[in-house]
């Protein structure tokens, strides 16, 4: 194939023209030069597409630089990344290096670059944390894996945004949506890539104070729809009993289970607000974690691999679709629900913080500072009190 930019090989480069752009019988590669940005062109070699630029080389033949596949980057991201390496080879820099640093961006995957930011992120991120990100990026990302990080385009994000809020809620968009954004300009300081195409999405929902609270015929429908045979139905009826956080129950670990004393101990960094929490145990619950079928070397109580249980989206899904819930309800709601009932109960505010080591209402402040009685025997009362009114709910059924 002759390399010149004749005027046969001269067009407007467009996205109309170039679906249009084809070799002839006995071609097996042909590139058409831009008319509007020299060194700018379109190539094909068999049925693959790529961008190109050829800079400008003093004094000899100048190499083509291929930006990436056609199929995958727009036509007008193409056009400004050639605008820039052109401008670059224009004042002197080395365009074999361009070439080099090129092509290993073009070769680093989206799946490639979660891998080593969740390495960076492991030594500064408490493990409930950890386990959210994997969660976004292995499972709400997965379909951007494959793509190069450079290729991704601001409608690749809209549209898998979209997907998101229908599969998982306009939260977890928003939460995906969220991370995304972090992993990339974590990328762009780390100098692999130039841009965020998370940046001008639209938000999936804004976040606000939730005040849903399930009613006692929908926390016993709950409970039914969650028997204790799998790690979803024993944790959501854990999440009933105790309280606790949905991250901090999937997270359980059985060096934490204290079964003499009946305690549930936390360590600090595995608490949203970083203190270390012991939670009593109703006879109930110990009974779940009793019935739970201990792996041998594995540390967490739930999940089927080395790490914390994490399918919760596939599961809630499954599970909403069998109890047909008019008013849209989540996991964490069961939390507001035990709080609830336990005040229902007749246990004080303080005594119900304390059980669910929230430090935001009666102890936050200079009061938390002060107050350090723990309200231990109050806590183990107000949980078995608790755990007898749901099975109760559920026996009367």
Known sequence: MGRRADAENLVRLSRSVVTKLALQPGQGERIWWDAELAGFGYRLRG????????????????????????????????????????????LGEDTRAVRRIERAKVGLTVKDVFTRYTADAEGRLRPS????????????????????????????????????????GPQAALRARRTLS?????????GLCEAN?????????????RTRVLSDAELVAVWASCPPTSDFGRIVR????????RDEV?????????????????PAPRTKNGRAHAVPLSGAALGLLEATHRIEGK??????????????????????????????????????TAATGMSRLGTS???VEKALNHVSGSFGGIVGVYQRHDYADERREALDRWASHVLSLSDAK
């Open 299 to 336: 540390a967490y109580a739930f999940g089927s691999g080395d790490g914390p249980f994490s399918g919760f989206s596939r599961a809630k899904y499954r599970l909403d679709k069998q109890l047909g819930f008019k008013e849209p309800w989540v996991l964490h709601d069961l939390r507001r």
């Open 197 to 209: 195409p998370v940046a001008g999405t639209n938000p999936p929902a804004v976040e606000v104070r």
């Open 47 to 90: 049925d693959r597409a790529t961008w190109v630029i050829r800079p400008p080389r003093g004094g000899g033949r100048s190499s083509l630089i291929t930006l990436g596949a056609a199929n995958l980057i727009d036509i007008a991201d193409a056009r400004r990344a050639a605008r820039e390496q052109l401008a670059k080879a224009a």
């Open 182 to 190: 972090t992993v990339y300009v974590w990328a762009i300081g780390e």
């Open 238 to 245: 854990l999440l009933i009993l105790t309280g606790q956080r």
């Open 250 to 266: 999937a997270g359980l670990l059985w060096n934490e289970i204290d079964e003499m004393g009946r305690v549930w101990r936390l």
């Open 129 to 168: 944390t950890l386990a959210n990100l994997r969660t976004h990026l292995g499972q709400h990302w997965q379909g951007l894996h494959a793509l190069p990080l450079v290729s991704v385009r601001r409608a690749d994000v809209a549209e898998h945004l979209r997907k998101i809020t229908t599969g998982s």
């Open 349 to 351: 505010i303080e005594v």
